[in-house]
T-cell receptor
Framework: SQKIEQNSEALNIQEGKTATLTCNYTNYSPAYLQWYRQDPGRGPVFLLLIRENEKEKRKERLKVTFDTTLKQSLFHITASQPADSATYLCALEGRYSSASKIIFGSGTRLSIRP | DTEVTQTPKHLVMGMTNKKSLKCEQHMGHRAMYWYKQKAKKPPELMFVYSYEKLSINESVPSRFSPECPNSSLLNLHLHALQPEDSALYLC?????????????FGDGTRLSIL
Protein backbone atom coordinates (compact mmCIF):
# COMPACT_ATOMS: atom_id res chain seq x y z
CA SER A 1 0.00 0.00 0.00
CA GLN A 2 1.03 3.63 -0.45
CA LYS A 3 3.16 5.04 2.31
CA ILE A 4 4.29 8.63 2.89
CA GLU A 5 6.75 9.37 5.67
CA GLN A 6 8.11 12.67 6.89
CA ASN A 7 11.55 12.32 8.40
CA SER A 8 10.81 13.30 11.93
CA GLU A 9 7.81 14.08 14.02
CA ALA A 10 9.54 17.18 15.40
CA LEU A 11 12.49 19.34 14.41
CA ASN A 12 14.01 22.03 16.62
CA ILE A 13 16.54 24.47 15.16
CA GLN A 14 18.17 27.80 15.92
CA GLU A 15 16.84 31.00 14.36
CA GLY A 16 18.73 32.00 11.25
CA LYS A 17 19.66 28.42 10.28
CA THR A 18 18.20 26.50 7.36
CA ALA A 19 15.47 24.03 8.23
CA THR A 20 15.34 20.93 6.03
CA LEU A 21 12.32 18.66 6.10
CA THR A 22 12.10 15.34 4.28
CA CYS A 23 9.17 13.55 2.66
CA ASN A 24 9.70 9.96 1.47
CA TYR A 25 7.16 7.78 -0.27
CA THR A 26 6.83 4.16 -1.35
CA ASN A 27 4.49 2.22 -3.64
CA TYR A 28 3.40 5.43 -5.34
CA SER A 29 4.27 7.47 -8.43
CA PRO A 30 2.90 10.93 -7.77
CA ALA A 31 2.55 13.42 -10.59
CA TYR A 32 2.41 16.33 -8.14
CA LEU A 33 3.81 17.03 -4.72
CA GLN A 34 2.64 19.90 -2.52
CA TRP A 35 3.76 21.32 0.79
CA TYR A 36 1.37 22.84 3.32
CA ARG A 37 1.80 24.63 6.61
CA GLN A 38 -0.60 24.08 9.51
CA ASP A 39 -0.74 26.17 12.67
CA PRO A 40 -2.48 24.87 15.82
CA GLY A 41 -6.26 25.13 15.55
CA ARG A 42 -6.11 26.23 11.90
CA GLY A 43 -6.53 24.53 8.55
CA PRO A 44 -3.51 23.75 6.34
CA VAL A 45 -2.23 26.55 4.10
CA PHE A 46 -0.75 25.78 0.68
CA LEU A 47 2.91 26.78 0.23
CA LEU A 48 4.43 25.22 -2.89
CA LEU A 49 3.69 22.77 -5.70
CA ILE A 50 6.29 20.79 -7.64
CA ARG A 51 5.54 18.51 -10.60
CA GLU A 52 7.19 15.15 -11.33
CA ASN A 53 9.18 16.62 -14.24
CA GLU A 54 10.55 19.48 -12.11
CA LYS A 55 13.64 19.16 -9.95
CA GLU A 56 13.38 22.30 -7.84
CA LYS A 57 11.00 25.15 -7.03
CA ARG A 58 11.62 28.31 -5.02
CA LYS A 59 9.44 30.92 -3.39
CA GLU A 60 11.07 33.62 -1.28
CA ARG A 61 12.86 31.74 1.58
CA LEU A 62 11.32 28.39 0.62
CA LYS A 63 12.81 25.76 -1.67
CA VAL A 64 11.42 22.37 -2.63
CA THR A 65 13.19 19.57 -4.48
CA PHE A 66 11.61 16.45 -5.96
CA ASP A 67 13.64 13.33 -6.77
CA THR A 68 11.42 10.67 -8.36
CA THR A 69 14.31 8.17 -8.43
CA LEU A 70 14.90 8.42 -4.69
CA LYS A 71 11.14 8.88 -4.13
CA GLN A 72 11.87 11.87 -1.96
CA SER A 73 11.12 15.57 -1.59
CA LEU A 74 13.14 17.99 0.49
CA PHE A 75 11.64 21.23 1.83
CA HIS A 76 14.02 23.98 2.91
CA ILE A 77 13.36 27.18 4.84
CA THR A 78 16.40 29.47 4.76
CA ALA A 79 17.09 32.16 7.36
CA SER A 80 14.48 30.57 9.61
CA GLN A 81 12.46 32.72 12.00
CA PRO A 82 10.38 31.88 15.10
CA ALA A 83 7.29 32.75 13.01
CA ASP A 84 8.12 29.74 10.80
CA SER A 85 7.29 27.44 13.72
CA ALA A 86 4.38 25.23 12.61
CA THR A 87 3.59 21.74 11.36
CA TYR A 88 4.58 21.15 7.74
CA LEU A 89 2.77 18.56 5.66
CA CYS A 90 3.77 17.09 2.33
CA ALA A 91 0.92 15.95 0.09
CA LEU A 92 1.10 13.70 -2.97
CA GLU A 93 -1.30 13.41 -5.87
CA GLY A 94 -1.57 10.94 -8.74
CA ARG A 95 -2.12 11.84 -12.35
CA TYR A 96 -5.74 10.96 -13.15
CA SER A 97 -8.04 13.98 -12.67
CA SER A 98 -11.32 12.14 -12.46
CA ALA A 99 -10.34 10.19 -9.37
CA SER A 100 -7.59 12.44 -8.17
CA LYS A 101 -6.99 13.08 -4.52
CA ILE A 102 -4.10 14.19 -2.37
CA ILE A 103 -2.67 12.04 0.39
CA PHE A 104 -0.95 13.81 3.26
CA GLY A 105 2.23 12.74 4.97
CA SER A 106 2.37 12.46 8.73
CA GLY A 107 3.76 15.98 9.18
CA THR A 108 6.81 17.48 10.86
CA ARG A 109 6.40 19.90 13.76
CA LEU A 110 9.07 22.56 13.28
CA SER A 111 10.17 24.78 16.18
CA ILE A 112 12.53 27.70 15.62
CA ARG A 113 14.14 28.91 18.82
CA PRO A 114 15.34 32.54 19.10
CA ASP B 1 -9.14 35.08 7.75
CA THR B 2 -9.52 32.14 5.40
CA GLU B 3 -11.56 32.28 2.19
CA VAL B 4 -13.30 29.03 3.10
CA THR B 5 -15.76 29.56 5.94
CA GLN B 6 -16.85 26.72 8.16
CA THR B 7 -19.65 26.80 10.74
CA PRO B 8 -19.96 26.10 13.55
CA LYS B 9 -16.39 26.35 14.88
CA HIS B 10 -17.22 23.98 17.74
CA LEU B 11 -19.95 21.38 18.12
CA VAL B 12 -20.77 19.07 20.99
CA MET B 13 -23.42 16.45 20.36
CA GLY B 14 -24.79 13.25 21.80
CA MET B 15 -24.72 9.97 19.95
CA THR B 16 -28.41 10.17 19.11
CA ASN B 17 -28.39 13.75 17.78
CA LYS B 18 -28.59 14.94 14.20
CA LYS B 19 -26.51 17.96 13.25
CA SER B 20 -24.94 19.48 10.15
CA LEU B 21 -21.61 21.09 9.38
CA LYS B 22 -21.54 23.86 6.80
CA CYS B 23 -18.81 25.06 4.45
CA GLU B 24 -18.93 28.03 2.09
CA GLN B 25 -16.52 29.47 -0.49
CA HIS B 26 -16.95 32.31 -2.97
CA MET B 27 -13.79 31.84 -5.00
CA GLY B 28 -15.63 30.16 -7.89
CA HIS B 29 -13.96 26.84 -7.08
CA ARG B 30 -15.64 23.75 -8.57
CA ALA B 31 -14.11 21.08 -6.33
CA MET B 32 -14.85 20.80 -2.62
CA TYR B 33 -13.60 18.37 -0.02
CA TRP B 34 -14.28 17.07 3.48
CA TYR B 35 -11.39 15.85 5.63
CA LYS B 36 -11.24 14.43 9.14
CA GLN B 37 -8.22 15.21 11.31
CA LYS B 38 -7.41 13.62 14.66
CA ALA B 39 -4.91 15.21 17.04
CA LYS B 40 -1.28 15.05 15.85
CA LYS B 41 -2.35 13.23 12.66
CA PRO B 42 -2.61 14.45 9.07
CA PRO B 43 -5.98 15.23 7.45
CA GLU B 44 -7.71 12.15 6.03
CA LEU B 45 -9.91 12.55 2.97
CA MET B 46 -13.59 11.67 3.39
CA PHE B 47 -15.42 13.03 0.31
CA VAL B 48 -14.74 14.97 -2.88
CA TYR B 49 -17.32 16.87 -4.91
CA SER B 50 -16.52 18.00 -8.42
CA TYR B 51 -18.99 20.26 -10.21
CA GLU B 52 -21.53 19.50 -7.47
CA LYS B 53 -21.35 15.76 -8.05
CA LEU B 54 -19.86 13.28 -5.60
CA SER B 55 -16.56 12.20 -7.10
CA ILE B 56 -14.90 10.28 -4.27
CA ASN B 57 -16.27 8.62 -1.14
CA GLU B 58 -13.44 7.09 0.88
CA SER B 59 -15.65 4.31 2.29
CA VAL B 60 -16.98 6.66 4.95
CA PRO B 61 -19.67 5.21 7.28
CA SER B 62 -23.22 6.17 6.33
CA ARG B 63 -23.67 8.12 9.55
CA PHE B 64 -21.80 10.86 7.63
CA SER B 65 -23.84 12.18 4.71
CA PRO B 66 -22.41 14.87 2.43
CA GLU B 67 -24.43 17.29 0.35
CA CYS B 68 -23.44 19.92 -2.21
CA PRO B 69 -26.52 22.12 -2.80
CA ASN B 70 -24.65 24.49 -5.13
CA SER B 71 -21.12 25.30 -6.24
CA SER B 72 -20.45 27.51 -3.21
CA LEU B 73 -21.84 25.34 -0.44
CA LEU B 74 -20.92 21.99 1.06
CA ASN B 75 -22.69 20.36 3.99
CA LEU B 76 -21.91 17.33 6.09
CA HIS B 77 -24.93 15.82 7.83
CA LEU B 78 -24.21 13.87 10.99
CA HIS B 79 -26.40 11.23 12.60
CA ALA B 80 -25.83 8.64 15.31
CA LEU B 81 -22.12 9.37 15.60
CA GLN B 82 -19.75 7.43 17.82
CA PRO B 83 -17.22 8.83 20.34
CA GLU B 84 -14.37 7.90 17.96
CA ASP B 85 -15.84 10.36 15.46
CA SER B 86 -14.67 13.24 17.67
CA ALA B 87 -12.15 15.16 15.55
CA LEU B 88 -11.50 18.35 13.60
CA TYR B 89 -13.51 18.34 10.37
CA LEU B 90 -11.91 20.38 7.63
CA CYS B 91 -13.47 21.63 4.43
CA UNK B 92 -11.36 22.59 1.43
CA UNK B 93 -11.90 23.83 -2.10
CA UNK B 94 -9.83 24.06 -5.28
CA UNK B 95 -10.44 25.49 -8.75
CA UNK B 96 -10.94 21.96 -10.06
CA UNK B 97 -10.15 18.40 -9.06
CA UNK B 98 -6.71 17.07 -9.77
CA UNK B 99 -3.73 18.36 -11.78
CA UNK B 100 -1.99 19.56 -8.63
CA UNK B 101 -4.41 22.40 -8.01
CA UNK B 102 -3.80 23.73 -4.50
CA UNK B 103 -6.51 23.28 -1.93
CA UNK B 104 -7.77 26.14 0.21
CA PHE B 105 -8.80 25.00 3.67
CA GLY B 106 -11.19 26.40 6.23
CA ASP B 107 -10.24 26.38 9.90
CA GLY B 108 -12.50 23.46 10.62
CA THR B 109 -15.26 22.45 12.99
CA ARG B 110 -14.09 20.81 16.19
CA LEU B 111 -16.59 18.06 16.92
CA SER B 112 -16.99 16.32 20.25
CA ILE B 113 -19.30 13.33 20.65
CA LEU B 114 -20.50 12.63 24.18
Amino acid sequence: SQKIEQNSEALNIQEGKTATLTCNYTNYSPAYLQWYRQDPGRGPVFLLLIRENEKEKRKERLKVTFDTTLKQSLFHITASQPADSATYLCALEGRYSSASKIIFGSGTRLSIRP
Amino acid sequence: DTEVTQTPKHLVMGMTNKKSLKCEQHMGHRAMYWYKQKAKKPPELMFVYSYEKLSINESVPSRFSPECPNSSLLNLHLHALQPEDSALYLCASSPGQGNGQPQHFGDGTRLSIL
